[in-house]
């Protein structure tokens, strides 16, 4: 494993405002866990015979945060890994295999008006050992302004962002899970967008403590953007829903 990283500043407006370029280099070769070599339930039984997996991985990125951009590329060669099969069986693909991604973040900023934006682009060589969605994308949308200051209007005593959250990706076999013996095993029958679906927030800094509220999947229901609802997070199993169900309330008060 290697890891290489750069820093300068190159900006004479923000001569301290950095541009940071990182690179990354990891390759392993493991022997599969006892449960995937070997397995005896009520449900499933395996006795494999599996040889050791092999995964080079290579990436890097860029971080500018003068521009609140970051953009990131990795690439993955596979072989012999194990993945469980449209069955729920352990199995090991035999032929080498490569997946690539890269992703762009860019945060748009007018005034208190904050447009965070990311999109992720997906390839597998082989989508029925490892399936990825071509692409997603998460746009979180708010408001940020300060509520109330200290008298010498130094300091900020509370401060507030109000917003939504927005998940969206390309139609894709998601994998499904199996209780039986804790796993994801991958499906080949059904396709999901898996959204658009929204989630509200308003988050609260009140000095030391950090109060939220979110409402999720808040439009579960209106059929928009689009007609057919499509809320999984995995092969069957439904997003939560709005309402009551989706309410959720926290708070961070360290002492």
């Not at 945060?107 to 060589?125: K, M």
């Not at 998940?167 to 994998?175: A, E, L």
Request: with cysteine; aromatic share 16%; proline share 5%.
């Amino acid at each position: 494993e290697g890891n290489l990283a750069l820093s300068f500043c190159p900006f004479r407006k923000a001569k301290k405002s950095p541009v940071n370029v990182k690179a990354h280099f990891e390759t392993s070769l493991w022997e599969p866990t006892w449960y995937q070599q070997h397995f005896n339930s009520n449900h499933y039984r395996w006795d494999n015979n599996l040889s050791k997996i092999s995964t080079t991985k290579i990436g890097g990125s860029i971080d500018i945060p003068y521009w609140k951009m970051r953009a990131d590329v990795g690439y993955a060669l596979l072989a012999n890994n194990i993945y469980y099969d449209t069955d729920g069986c352990a199995k090991q693909n035999t032929q080498a295999m490569s997946v690539l991604s890269a992703s762009l973040s860019k945060n748009f900023v007018f005034g208190p008006a904050h447009f965070d934006n990311r999109v992720l682009l997906q390839y597998s060589s082989n989508q029925d050992v490892v399936p990825v969605p071509l692409a997603a994308f998460n746009l979180r949308w708010h408001a940020q302004f300060v509520v109330q200051r200290d008298e010498s209007k130094t300091h900020n005593i509370m401060e507030m962002q109000i917003g939504f959250n927005a998940f969206w990706n390309t139609p894709w076999n998601s994998p499904g899970w199996n209780p039986n013996i804790g796993v994801f095993y991958n499906q080949n029958v059904e396709m999901y967008n898996n959204g658009p679906w929204f989630d509200l927030f308003v988050n609260v800094q009140w000095k030391r403590a950090c109060i939220f509220i979110k409402y999720q999947n808040a439009t579960a229901g209106l059929k928009w953007p689009v007609k057919k609802q499509d809320y999984f997070s995995s092969d069957r199993h439904i997003i939560t829903q709005a309402g009551l169900d989706g309410l959720k309330l926290g708070i961070f008060w360290p002492f």
